[in-house]
């Protein structure tokens, strides 16, 4: 069986062995998409009606090849949805873009320019992550601050890109929480944002179904999504492998490691 047929039986949730599944592709029908599935039944008779004659679209006819498309009873086991792990990826490159074009906007050597340039890995931290406590001598800045602080003040140089920041961080709470009326009120917000974040909005309105889908899930491949960049970090560190057998080495003495540092403990 191929692995596009497993494919397609994998996310119709269909066990029935009698059915092989060749291609699929989508067709507009009544102003919507929908999902067309090519099938063979490889039975000679249909086990519920008990006749060979297959039905499709209103006309009988005595050929074994169906055309299948995603039912309403179908789509209960077949959702579509947009996973989080994409959806804080796309907020957050959002935001970095319209921070450095704002950024750019100050001179070089002015306050604004260095709170919005040094610092840019504490935008994309989540606020409650923040150090709110205890200040750090910055070097950029010639003061005792604390990543709040540094962050509060990079926002006052810019409205909109304060607007910005905080429809991202409302958003990843959101995700994080599960909170699809959180997530419904911020789609449907009239705040003035940057161009990329609205543009982000409004892939996310387009795809409405698959983001609210994708916050109610449980699952998510952001550790499938870990695991390419390890690979890729690898790959760039030992500016490649000549054989494919010693890069898999290398991955598996990486995963070692780490669950080694992960259960490692000082005992008082």
Known sequence: MSSLNESIKFYLNIEDPNIIFSDYFKKWINGKYHNLYLAELIQPYCPYYH???LKQNGHYTSKRKILAALTEDRSMTGIASIDRFHMVQMLTRSFNIFRVQIMKQFNKSSREYRLLKSPWILYLMKYDKLNRTTPYYDWHFKDYLTQEHIVLDGLDCDQTLENTYWVMQDFMVAIQNNDEKKVIHLLHSKQTVGKQMHQTLLTFKHNYSGVLNGISSTYSNGCLEGVNRKIKQIERTAYRY???SHLLIRLEE?????KESSNFFFVA
């Not at 990486?254 to 780490?258: F, R």
């Open 51 to 53: 006749s060979s004659n």
């Open 242 to 244: 000549r054989n494919f």
């Open 254 to 258: 990486n995963i070692v490691k780490e």
